[in-house]
Nanobody, 125 residues
Framework: QVQLVESGGGSVQAGGSLRLSCAAS????????MGWFRQAPGKEREGVAI????????YYADSVKGRFTISLDIAKNTLYLQMNSLKPEDTAMYYC??????????????????WGQGTQVTVSS
């Protein structure tokens, strides 16, 4: 069983930066897939950045490429999302997710078994 707890959200102006953290309790095996998702009011939850725990391979949604960076500190069992050049359209609740295997649709929220409670990110113009 894996439990995920996000932190680091907040309110920033456009162009600013935030770093989200996701602390995982329970053992994260090398086969795990972990990622960040976000959900804005009235919209479906969407994948933002995905990472394999074994090979450290990363994947990004087109909307955040070049601005967001996902990383993992295995020793701390903590996943991060560095968000730079934030835009108002990045405003959403951000969730950390994990699954024991790499899903066939890694950016689909339904593919993940474990979720955090979310942390709010608000970007003002």
């Amino acid at each position: 069983q894996v439990q995920l707890v996000e932190s680091g959200g907040g309110s920033v102006q456009a162009g600013g930066s935030l770093r989200l953290s996701c602390a995982a309790s329970g053992y994260i095996y090398s086969t795990y897939c972990m990622g960040w998702f976000r959900q804005a009011p009235g919209k479906e939850r969407e994948g933002v950045a995905i990472m394999t725990t074994g090979g450290g391979i990363t994947y990004y949604a087109d909307s955040v490429k070049g601005r967001f960076t996902i990383s993992l500190d295995i020793a701390k069992n903590t996943l991060y999302l560095q968000m730079n050049s934030l835009k108002p359209e990045d405003t959403a609740m951000y969730y950390c997710a994990a699954d024991p295997l790499f899903p066939s649709r890694p950016f689909w929220y339904g593919a993940y078994n474990y979720w955090g409670q979310g942390t709010q990110v608000t970007v003002s113009s």
